[in-house]
């Protein structure tokens, strides 16, 4: 395979950064305008965004557009945010955090994308010294050692890495489904009360006889991991769960079966939350909760603090770190349904979420597959 070898800002039409209008001004927030921050550089094909932003606060800050097929890079950030690399599907604006990057014709943007992906460690290793967080520059960008096939071998490489990217998009769109359709059955019979046979069921201050809401600390069990966030092994053998809303890898694990993973702090309060069924490991500020009645099943767990979520990110103490604090939790109450009702729900969520299990492990196989491939692709040593 023949290569040319340039500078990156040699098949660059235009890169930049943005900015990010002024949290105090309201007027800036809430409209319908996209607007991405590093953190959301965890995927890798980005869509949408978490917030968005008004006409005015386009305006009024520094926050610039990164169109359709675009790369963007997450230029700094914490943990191992800084380095991360996504495609964009659609048009959104940026934060100073994230550089967008825009081809010229000689590369695929797609192409750029992978060639980028497969360079994550050597991206970080560049970054900025003399910042406290360490930083991705343009400048450093722009001179960034870059070599590409001609364009036919690169439609060739695209093909073959997209298509493990579809598959994985797939299987996580069948995971998205499963899940709202088990949450879906929580609201229904447990937020709105339409469980099988509440026709008949007699209610007392407003709860179906032999329901009850109890403390969480009387139900549930909470403990927080062990190990620092730099604990993160690349290639590592059990998930680790941090704060984080990206699920890492380690070699070392601390729990074995079925829990909920909640983050115990963020930096804007939006506290992650996983439902595992593995043997795994956790960051020192991430809770592993348990039901201490195995009448209450940890699906059923996982949508009652999925709805509690809001409610924690307003109740969470800090500054430039929220927390989420064991004593927030001991105060929190679960309904606790009777027994027959909460046993069919459990049997009925627990066949979904099997299904999302099975799926994210064939993912997992996937993405393994793809990121062994990816480098030999890109340097040539596997033949397309």
């Given at each position: 395979?023949?290569?040319?070898?340039?500078?990156?800002?040699?098949?660059?039409?235009?890169?930049?950064?943005?900015?990010?209008?002024?949290t105090?001004?309201?007027?800036?927030?809430?409209?319908?305008?996209?607007w991405?921050?590093?953190?959301?550089?965890?995927?890798?094909?980005?869509?949408?965004?978490?917030?968005?932003?008004?006409?005015?606060?386009?305006?009024?800050?520094?926050?610039?557009?990164?169109?359709?097929?675009?790369?963007?890079?997450?230029?700094?950030?914490?943990?191992k945010?800084?380095?991360?690399?996504?495609?964009?599907?659609?048009?959104?604006?940026?934060n100073?955090?994230v550089i967008?990057l825009?081809?010229?014709a000689?590369?695929?943007?797609?192409?750029?994308?992978?060639?980028?992906?497969s360079r994550?460690?050597?991206?970080r290793?560049?970054?900025?010294?003399?910042?406290?967080?360490?930083?991705?520059?343009t400048t450093a960008l722009?001179?960034?050692?870059?070599?590409?096939?001609?364009l036919s071998?690169q439609?060739?490489?695209?093909?073959?890495?997209?298509?493990?990217?579809?598959?994985?998009e797939?299987?996580?769109?069948?995971i998205e489904?499963?899940e709202?359709t088990?949450?879906e059955?929580?609201k229904?019979?447990?937020v709105?009360?339409?469980?099988?046979?509440?026709?008949?069921?007699?209610?007392?201050?407003?709860?179906?006889?032999?329901?009850?809401?109890?403390?969480?600390?009387?139900?549930?069990?909470?403990n927080?991991?062990k190990?620092?966030?730099?604990?993160?092994?690349?290639?590592?053998?059990?998930?680790?769960?941090?704060?984080?809303?990206?699920?890492y890898?380690?070699?070392t694990?601390?729990?074995?079966?079925?829990?909920?993973?909640l983050?115990g702090?963020?930096?804007?309060?939006?506290?992650?939350?996983?439902?595992a069924?593995?043997?795994?490991?956790?960051?020192?500020?991430?809770?592993?909760?348990?039901?201490?009645?195995?009448?209450?099943s940890?699906a059923y767990?996982?949508?009652?603090?999925?709805?509690?979520?809001?409610?924690?990110?307003?109740?969470?103490?800090g500054?430039?770190?929220?927390?989420?604090?064991k004593?927030?939790?001991?105060?929190?109450?679960?309904?606790?349904?009777?027994?027959?009702?909460?046993?069919?729900?459990?049997?009925?969520a627990?066949?979904?979420?099997?299904?999302?299990?099975?799926?994210k492990?064939?993912?997992?196989?996937l993405?393994?597959q793809?990121?062994?491939?990816?480098?030999?692709l890109?340097?040539?040593?596997?033949?397309?």
């Amino acid at each position: 395979m023949e290569f040319t070898y340039c500078k990156l800002i040699d098949v660059l039409s235009d890169i930049h950064s943005g900015g990010t209008p002024s949290t105090e001004e309201s007027s800036y927030w809430g409209g319908n305008i996209k607007w991405l921050s590093s953190g959301e550089t965890s995927q890798r094909f980005i869509s949408d965004t978490v917030d968005k932003i008004t006409e005015e606060g386009v305006k009024n800050s520094s926050a610039k557009l990164a169109k359709k097929n675009n790369i963007v890079m997450a230029c700094a950030g914490q943990g191992k945010t800084r380095g991360q690399t996504s495609y964009l599907l659609d048009d959104m604006y940026i934060n100073q955090s994230v550089i967008a990057l825009e081809t010229n014709a000689s590369v695929l943007p797609l192409y750029l994308f992978y060639n980028l992906s497969s360079r994550y460690e050597e991206l970080r290793g560049g970054s900025d010294a003399s910042s406290t967080r360490g930083s991705i520059t343009t400048t450093a960008l722009k001179n960034l050692p870059f070599k590409y096939p001609d364009l036919s071998t690169q439609q060739s490489i695209v093909d073959i890495l997209f298509g493990y990217d579809s598959l994985i998009e797939t299987n996580n769109r069948r995971i998205e489904l499963l899940e709202q359709t088990a949450q879906e059955l929580y609201k229904e019979w447990f937020v709105r009360f339409r469980f099988p046979g509440y026709e008949a069921a007699k209610f007392e201050n407003g709860l179906p006889q032999g329901w009850s809401y109890e403390k969480f600390k009387d139900e549930l069990t909470y403990n927080t991991g062990k190990l620092d966030s730099n604990a993160t092994v690349l290639d590592g053998e059990y998930s680790f769960y941090t704060c984080a809303k990206t699920i890492y890898k380690t070699n070392t694990y601390c729990f074995d079966g079925e829990c909920v993973l909640l983050g115990g702090n963020n930096a804007t309060g939006d506290f992650s939350l996983f439902y595992a069924n593995e043997k795994l490991d956790a960051y020192q500020r991430t809770y592993i909760v348990t039901p201490q009645n195995q009448t209450l099943s940890c699906a059923y767990i996982y949508f009652v603090l999925k709805d509690y979520l809001l409610q924690f990110k307003t109740a969470s103490i800090g500054a430039t770190t929220k927390f989420l604090t064991k004593g927030m939790l001991d105060k929190a109450k679960i309904l606790v349904p009777d027994e027959k009702t909460i046993l069919r729900y459990n049997e009925i969520a627990k066949n979904m979420f099997d299904q999302i299990v099975s799926l994210k492990a064939k993912n997992e196989n996937l993405v393994s597959q793809r990121n062994m491939l990816l480098p030999r692709l890109m340097s040539g040593k596997v033949e397309v």
